[in-house]
């Protein structure tokens, strides 16, 4: 399901959506909503259980329909800057492992400096990465300063 289209169009821009609204107004499921705030969907800072803006939300959804339109090839991560996809500076990318099967590279675009994300599967992760070089990051690490969501070339966990 992690590749239906969604629209926002039920989103209004001016008003504040907790997770299960937003899940509603979206049609989608909650756990889709939280899972999009750590690609990229940004919640009003210091607030718990997460409130969204509905600009905030309308724009996720617009940017996330750019990646999926452009799909990224071996080696390439797209950036929500440059809206394209791009290679990795240096050609290369860190590994952050999300559980067993899960994870996500992490580059910089070479165009703009921006963070670059792809998330990913280990099944998945030769195919995502391709001739890039790769650097396995423990679980836990935390990165640094906020960042862009990436592709989700066909590799969604649900
Ligand atoms: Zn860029």
Redesign the pocket.
């Known amino acids: 399901m992690g590749n239906r289209r969604v629209s926002a169009y039920r989103i209004r821009k001016g008003q504040p959506y907790d997770v299960r609204q937003a899940a509603r107004a979206l049609g989608v499921s909650k756990p889709t909503v939280r899972r999009w705030t750590k690609e990229g969907l940004v919640a009003i800072e210091g607030v718990f259980p997460p409130i969204f803006r509905g600009v905030d939300i309308k724009d996720f959804v617009r940017r996330r329909a750019e990646s999926r339109k452009q799909p990224c090839g071996p080696g390439r991560i797209f950036?929500?800057?440059?809206k394209?996809p791009?290679a990795p500076a240096l050609g290369e990318v860190d590994f952050y492992a999300e559980g067993p099967m899960l994870g996500r590279l992490v580059g910089f675009?070479?165009?703009?400096?921006?963070t670059?994300i792809r998330r990913t599967s280990r099944a998945k992760l030769t195919a995502a990465a391709g001739n890039l070089k790769v650097t396995f990051k423990p679980a836990e690490s935390r990165l640094a300063g906020t960042f862009e969501p990436g592709c989700n070339v066909n590799s969604e966990g649900d």
């Not at 950036?79 to 440059?82: D, S, T, W």
Request: glycine share 0%; proline share 8%.
């Open positions: 950036c929500f800057r440059c394209s791009k675009c070479p165009d703009c400096l921006a670059l």
